[in-house]
């Protein structure tokens, strides 16, 4: 019972245009998603999150949206750089109770110079 | 200077014997896990301690023994290895004030379990 879905295994994207990975979830409780990136050989690394009373938060090149009706939200990278290249996980959590951090099965971003 | 260091980053060893992995934060948080990252890339939740006390354990079988000494370190011991074990186990930590998760995980490198 996979909770938290990231249906793309793999995306290819021309340097300087937008990366959108996305992710969509099962679980209502939900209300706090994360998304990470991960080098080969490296642990996750922490990009962005976003709470769900909002629905957009923006870093940088970095923007994650929320859809909560649709349990669905999305990275989006722009521009997409070569050194973006790596596999991005997305996150989820309910912010109270034991409830832990549930992620995806990862997408493979290549971003093609 | 790592935040979250575990150790030893690779481990090869054999069928049925026992080994450990150690995992230290030194960024005061006071939730530690451990997740086991399988062939096909997926990300599970094994263990989690708060303050040490133990909060999530998933179905795991209990060969697997996290042992967590006070809130910066939590090792993870595996009994009587099988071939299945193999993976790549990655401890990580957060900050739980009150019961409520307030950011995000910090990852550790990841410790590869080879069993042969």
């Known amino acids: 019972d996979q909770q938290v879905k990231q249906n793309s295994p793999s995306l290819s994207v021309q340097e300087g245009r937008i990366s959108i990975l996305n992710c969509d979830y099962t679980?209502?409780?939900?209300?706090?998603f994360l998304w990470y990136k991960k080098y080969p050989a490296e642990g996750p690394t922490f990009l962005i999150s976003i709470s769900s009373i909002k629905d957009k938060n923006e870093d940088g090149r970095f923007t994650v949206f929320l859809n909560k009706s649709a349990k669905h939200l999305s990275l989006h990278i722009v521009p997409s750089q070569p050194g973006d290249s790596a596999v991005y996980f997305c996150a989820a959590s309910g912010t109270s109770g034991t409830y832990k951090y549930i992620f995806g099965t990862g997408t493979r971003l290549k971003v093609l110079a | 200077d790592t935040a979250v260091s575990q150790t030893p980053k690779y481990l090869v060893t054999q069928m049925g014997n026992d080994k450990s992995i150690k995992c230290e934060q030194n960024l005061g948080h006071d939730t530690m896990y451990w997740y086991k990252q399988d062939s096909k890339k997926f990300l599970k939740i094994m263990f989690s301690y708060n303050n040490k006390e133990l909060i999530i354990n998933e179905t795991v079988p209990n060969r697997f023994s996290p042992k967590s000494p006070d809130k910066a370190h939590l090792n993870l011991h595996i009994n009587s290895l099988e071939l299945g074990d193999s993976a790549v186990y990655f401890c990580?930590?957060?900050?739980?004030?009150?019961?409520?998760?307030?950011?995000?995980?910090?990852f550790g490198e990841g410790s590869r379990l080879t069993v042969l």
């Open positions: 990580a930590s957060s900050l739980r004030q009150l019961g409520i998760n307030t950011g995000e995980l910090f």
């Open positions: 679980n209502s409780m939900f209300d706090y």
